[in-house]
């Protein structure tokens, strides 16, 4: 395995510069040695990953729905909190995913957890599958909605990232 990674290297390197907020030949060279002593000193494994190509077109179409989905959950929360009436319950489901590369799975639940209303408490990635817990339980439609949502979630991220 090589431990010569030249992109980590100029990222750390840069990072440093603008960590210092200042480009001089000691920062550069302060860096420069960071990035080498964490690059060969902390190496990491390559990772796993059986992605062989990304769609762009559809990975912006995600992100539009995603802040769409950002504000409208985060409204429902909101008038959840506020509002007079009881709190609904709050339900558990488990949800299979059909994502075939562990870094796409770990994409989705970074996703669905970054989404007011609902948050992963538990996966299992052997049999591909969500424990999802939800805010508002109080109806067979509400979670059913929330486990469409899911399943749009997953659809999208197989049509972003294209495995072997």
Known sequence: MSRFRPVSIIWLTLMW?????????GNFLAGLLLALLITFGLPLPKLPVAVTRIRWLPL????LTFCWQLVASSCNVAWIALRRTEQPPAALVRVPM????????????GILNLQPGGT???FDLDNRELTVHLLDGSSHATIEREIKNINQLEARLNQIFVTR
């Open 17 to 25: 510069i603008l960590m210092w907020g200042e480009l001089s030949l």
């Open 60 to 63: 912006g179409w995600l992100a």
């Open 98 to 109: 059909r994502v075939a590369d562990d870094l796409v799975f770990s994409f989705a639940v």
């Open 120 to 122: 992963v408490s538990d």
